[in-house]
């Protein structure tokens, strides 16, 4: 029985590998078999890419160019670390010697004083050593504190000198007010009777009343 | 006549740091290296870049080449580790970075890629774009499994030995990019690609 979703499912597998079945499976069904013609004409159409989107000649020489001299900078640059590596491997002997020969000695010292002592004897000395120790350490008197000896040394003490800053300040001068000696010339009075000569009060008097100045006017 | 040396000649000879050797091994197989690298990065000068940047590893790793498998199968070994740790890098480089763009016109002929400005090539490149962008859409993962399945003929198996997942996550990826290559370039979907890609270009 011919199942659509199951033949499609394999399609990828048929058509990349050129199932020898697939045609069997396909003839059962004409719209499994369009499916699978429009999946192999898109794989057939990216595989032909494949030999005709090739870059030309021209281009692969500048390419190999390239990576020659990529190739040679990195080649360079590695001989370069090597010979830095094998510069520190010849200096590490001799750091080596120099550790060795401190570390012989020392041992041998420690080898040296090393001696088999048996545990009572040493625990017997030891108790003597410390009796010793704490019988004579009453008797020894405290030492009296000293005087202070007074020594003198000169310290130098950076002092602050005074210093003295001339500082020109340009101050802006006011005027000078002077008292003013303006004499009223003796004439003027005379003038304003010249002036006011021909003037002619009028008759009518206009009195204006503003009403509402006080709230008991009428 | 000229006889070519062995890959084994020319690895044994390189391993002695003989530069020619490597070089010439280099000339044998860079054109796969970056055919895989072109359909990985989206960008031109990323794909050098990264091909380049295989062929360096290969050359500071040839001293650790046993003679266990042949040298390509060895050397694919190291493009897909570097393929995978580029995307690691570049994840991070590229966060706040702004992209140099070179507006070229659709019909303008490319020397890097193309040999001629004919009809065919003009499709050609067209197609190759719609693959690359079609391809894209995909977690680089997935973009790998396809490309060592499709053009490097890859077992499922060895691709996910290869790349350290189950055989079923490179199905999966296999089968997705397929999935999204057929939306691309089947004949429904042919005319705002066309247009897309155009608008994009000029």
């Avoid at chain 1, 429009?38 to 494949?50: G, I």
């Avoid at chain 2, 370039?185 to 994009?200: D, G, I, V, W, Y």
Wanted: hydrophobic share 40%.
């Amino acid at each position: 029985m011919h199942n659509c979703n199951d033949t499609r499912e394999r399609f990828t597998e048929m058509v990349l590998d050129g199932d020898p079945r697939a045609e069997k499976l396909l003839d059962q069904c004409e719209e499994c078999r369009a499916e699978f013609e429009s999946l192999a004409a898109t794989l057939r159409m990216t595989a032909r890419l494949r030999e005709t989107v090739t870059p030309t000649e021209a281009y692969w020489t500048g390419y190999h160019a390239q990576l020659r001299s990529k190739l040679e900078q990195f080649h360079a640059k590695a001989q370069r670390l090597r010979h830095a590596k094998a510069q520190r491997e010849e200096l590490k002997p001799g750091l080596g010697f120099v550790f060795a020969s401190l570390r012989k000695p020392l041992r041998l010292c420690v080898k040296t004083f090393l001696l088999p002592v048996p545990v009572p004897l040493s625990v017997a000395v030891l108790a003597i050593v410390l009796l010793f120790f704490a019988v004579r350490a009453p008797q020894q008197p405290t030492p009296l504190p000293q005087a202070p000896v007074i020594v003198q040394v000169p310290v130098e003490v950076p002092v602050v000198q005074e210093k003295v800053v001339t500082k020109v300040i340009y101050r802006d001068r006011k005027p000078i007010s002077k008292p003013s000696n303006r004499v009223v010339p003796e004439n003027t009075f005379a003038r304003s009777q010249e002036t006011l000569s021909g003037f002619k009060p009028t008759d009518e008097i206009k009195l204006t009343v503003i009403k509402g100045g006080s709230p008991n006017e009428k | 006549m000229i006889v070519s040396e062995s890959d084994s000649d020319l690895v044994r000879r390189a391993q002695a740091e003989d530069i020619d050797a490597f070089c010439q091994l280099a000339e044998r197989y860079a054109r796969r290296i970056h055919l895989l690298a072109s359909h990985y990065c989206r960008h031109a000068q990323d794909a050098e870049d990264l091909s380049q940047e295989v062929w360096l590893k290969a050359y500071q790793a040839l001293p650790s080449f046993r003679f266990e498998s042949s040298f390509y199968t060895w050397l694919r070994r190291i493009t897909i580790n570097a393929f995978l740790n580029h995307r690691r890098s570049s994840f991070f480089r590229r966060r706040g970075q702004t992209t140099a763009v070179q507006l070229v016109p659709i019909d303008s002929e490319t020397p890097e890629t193309f040999h001629s400005s004919s009809p065919e090539n003009i499709f050609n490149k067209l197609l190759f774009e719609n693959v690359v962008n079609a391809l894209a859409e995909l977690t680089p993962s997935q973009r790998l499994s396809f490309l060592l399945r499709h053009y490097e003929g890859m077992s499922y198996d060895e691709i996910a030995n290869a790349m350290n997942c189950s055989t079923g996550t490179v199905k999966k990826g296999v089968s997705r990019a397929i999935g999204k290559l057929r939306a691309r370039l089947s004949p429904e979907s042919e005319e705002p690609e066309t247009l897309e890609f155009s608008n994009a270009q000029l």
